[in-house]
C-alpha cells in the first residue's frame, strides 16, 4: 500500500518558492492500477517520484506498505528502491548496451549472480514478449519494442510496485493498447501495484481502476474511475473530461435547429436500453441524434447522447420529464 498524508512538495529559486504538490493525501491500495491525471504542470511526475523518494518531500509524509520512507538513508533507501521499478515516457534505454545487457545492469547492480542474470533476462524477455530482440541494440527497436525492454528492466529485482511516469505519450495508438495490456498481465499476473501518471484519458478509463485528478499542486477529485467520469463532482474535472469528448456540433447545424437540443447522459443498463425510443413511442415526439457514444470503463456503460427534441413546448417538456427519470441526467443546451 501507498498513502500520501499531507504531502507537499516545494522548490526554492532565487527568491520565489514554487509549490508544486501541496498538501495531498490518498492512499493507493496494493495491488491495484491508479491513474493521476492532470494538465502539464499539475504536479503528476513530482508526486510520483515522492513514492520512491526521487523527489524528497518538503511537507507531510510518504508511506509505503506502512512505512515511512521520509528518512530512508543508505541501505535501507536501496532496499525502497529495489522494490520499486520506474518506467518513462522515453524509455531511458543505454544507447551502447544490448536488449539484455540493459535488462542484466540492474541485476548486476543489485548483486545477481552471472548464471542468475541470465536465467531472469531470459525470463524477464519472454514475459514481456520480445525474446527474439535479446542481442538488438535500442536503435533497432520500435517504440514498444523499447517500452517492453524498459518494462523487463523495471521489474527484473522482482519489483512489486511499478510506477509508469508517461508511459504511452511517445506511442501511437496501435502500440498503446499493447504495452496497456502488458501493463494489465503484470498487474494480473505478478500482482504488481501499477501507478499510472498521464494526461491520455483513455488510458485510466481502459486500465485503471481508480484515479486522482491534479490541478496546481492538489488532488481535486479522487474515487473509482467510473464515478469520476461519470460523475465528476470539481469543475477542473469536468472540464477536463469536456475537452476529451470531442462533442462538438458545428454551428451551421445548429442554426438550423428548432426545438431543444439535449445532452443526455446514461449510466449503467440504461446506456444499453432503448430509453429515447420507448418515449418516442409513448409521447409521439420526433427527435434526431445529432451525436453521442457509448463506452465501457471498467466494464460498466457509460453514454452520452446529443438529440434534438421536436414539438410543442408542452410536448418538449414532457419528454424531458420522462428522459430525467429514466437517464442519469438531461442538460438543456438550447432551446428554440
Given at each position: 500500500?501507498?498513502e500520501?498524508?499531507?504531502t507537499?512538495?516545494?522548490?526554492?529559486?532565487k527568491?520565489?518558492?514554487?509549490?508544486?504538490?501541496?498538501?495531498?493525501?490518498l492512499?493507493?491500495?496494493?495491488g491495484t492500477?491508479?491513474g493521476?491525471?492532470g494538465?502539464?504542470?499539475?504536479?503528476?511526475s513530482?508526486?510520483?517520484?515522492?513514492?520512491n523518494?526521487?523527489?524528497?518531500?518538503?511537507g507531510?509524509?510518504?508511506?509505503?506498505?506502512?512505512?515511512?520512507i521520509?528518512?530512508?538513508?543508505?541501505?535501507?533507501?536501496?532496499?525502497?528502491?529495489?522494490?520499486?521499478?520506474?518506467i518513462?515516457?522515453?524509455?531511458?534505454l543505454?544507447s551502447?548496451?544490448?536488449?539484455?545487457?540493459?535488462?542484466a545492469f540492474?541485476?548486476?547492480t543489485?548483486?545477481?549472480s552471472?548464471?542468475?542474470?541470465?536465467?531472469?533476462?531470459t525470463?524477464?524477455?519472454?514475459?514481456?514478449?520480445?525474446?527474439?530482440?535479446?542481442?538488438?541494440?535500442?536503435?533497432a527497436?520500435?517504440?514498444?519494442?523499447?517500452?517492453?525492454v524498459?518494462i523487463?528492466?523495471?521489474?527484473?529485482?522482482?519489483?512489486?510496485?511499478?510506477?509508469?511516469?508517461?508511459?504511452t505519450?511517445?506511442?501511437?495508438?496501435?502500440?498503446t493498447l499493447?504495452?496497456l495490456?502488458?501493463?494489465r498481465k503484470?498487474?494480473?499476473?505478478?500482482?504488481?501495484?501499477?501507478?499510472?501518471?498521464?494526461?491520455e484519458?483513455?488510458?485510466v478509463k481502459?486500465?485503471?481502476?481508480?484515479?486522482?485528478?491534479?490541478?496546481?499542486?492538489?488532488?481535486?477529485?479522487?474515487?473509482?474511475?467510473?464515478?469520476?467520469?461519470?460523475?465528476?463532482?470539481?469543475?477542473f474535472?469536468?472540464?477536463?473530461?469536456k475537452?476529451?469528448q470531442?462533442f462538438?456540433?458545428?454551428?451551421?447545424i445548429?442554426?438550423?435547429?428548432?426545438?431543444?437540443?439535449?445532452?443526455?447522459t446514461?449510466?449503467?443498463e440504461?446506456?444499453?436500453g432503448?430509453v429515447?425510443?420507448?418515449?418516442?413511442r409513448?409521447?409521439g415526439?420526433d427527435?434526431?441524434?445529432?451525436h453521442?457514444?457509448?463506452e465501457?470503463i471498467n466494464g460498466?456503460?457509460?453514454?452520452?447522447?446529443?438529440?434534438?427534441?421536436?414539438?410543442?413546448?408542452?410536448?418538449?417538456?414532457?419528454?424531458r420529464e420522462?428522459?430525467?427519470?429514466?437517464?442519469?441526467?438531461?442538460?438543456?443546451l438550447?432551446?428554440?
Amino acid at each position: 500500500m501507498i498513502e500520501f498524508r499531507n504531502t507537499s512538495v516545494s522548490f526554492r529559486q532565487k527568491k520565489n518558492t514554487t509549490e508544486a504538490v501541496r498538501d495531498v493525501s490518498l492512499t493507493i491500495e496494493k495491488g491495484t492500477i491508479y491513474g493521476i491525471v492532470g494538465g502539464s504542470g499539475a504536479g503528476k511526475s513530482t508526486l510520483l517520484r515522492t513514492i520512491n523518494r526521487l523527489q524528497p518531500v518538503t511537507g507531510g509524509d510518504v508511506l509505503v506498505n506502512g512505512e515511512s520512507i521520509i528518512g530512508l538513508k543508505g541501505s535501507r533507501l536501496r532496499e525502497l528502491r529495489k522494490n520499486i521499478g520506474m518506467i518513462f515516457q522515453h524509455f531511458n534505454l543505454a544507447s551502447n548496451k544490448t536488449v539484455f545487457q540493459n535488462i542484466a545492469f540492474m541485476l548486476e547492480t543489485f548483486g545477481w549472480s552471472r548464471a542468475d542474470t541470465e536465467n531472469r533476462v531470459t525470463e524477464l524477455l519472454r514475459f514481456v514478449n520480445i525474446p527474439e530482440k535479446r542481442d538488438e541494440y535500442p536503435s533497432a527497436l520500435s517504440g514498444g519494442q523499447k517500452q517492453r525492454v524498459a518494462i523487463a528492466r523495471a521489474l527484473a529485482n522482482n519489483a512489486d510496485i511499478l510506477l509508469c511516469d508517461e508511459p504511452t505519450s511517445a506511442l501511437d495508438a496501435e502500440t498503446t493498447l499493447s504495452v496497456l495490456e502488458l501493463l494489465r498481465k503484470i498487474n494480473r499476473e505478478l500482482g504488481v501495484t501499477v501507478v499510472i501518471i498521464t494526461h491520455e484519458l483513455d488510458v485510466v478509463k481502459s486500465i485503471c481502476s481508480r484515479v486522482a485528478v491534479m490541478e496546481n499542486g492538489r488532488v481535486v477529485e479522487e474515487g473509482d474511475v467510473y464515478d469520476v467520469f461519470s460523475s465528476p463532482k470539481s469543475e477542473f474535472t469536468r472540464l477536463l473530461i469536456k475537452r476529451t469528448q470531442n462533442f462538438e456540433i458545428p454551428e451551421g447545424i445548429l442554426s438550423e435547429i428548432s426545438g431543444d437540443v439535449l445532452k443526455i447522459t446514461y449510466r449503467g443498463e440504461s446506456a444499453v436500453g432503448p430509453v429515447l425510443s420507448d418515449i418516442a413511442r409513448e409521447t409521439g415526439a420526433d427527435y434526431n441524434i445529432l451525436h453521442g457514444k457509448i463506452e465501457y470503463i471498467n466494464g460498466i456503460p457509460l453514454g452520452i447522447l446529443y438529440v434534438n427534441i421536436l414539438g410543442s413546448s408542452e410536448l418538449r417538456e414532457t419528454v424531458r420529464e420522462k428522459l430525467r427519470e429514466k437517464t442519469s441526467e438531461v442538460e438543456v443546451l438550447y432551446n428554440v
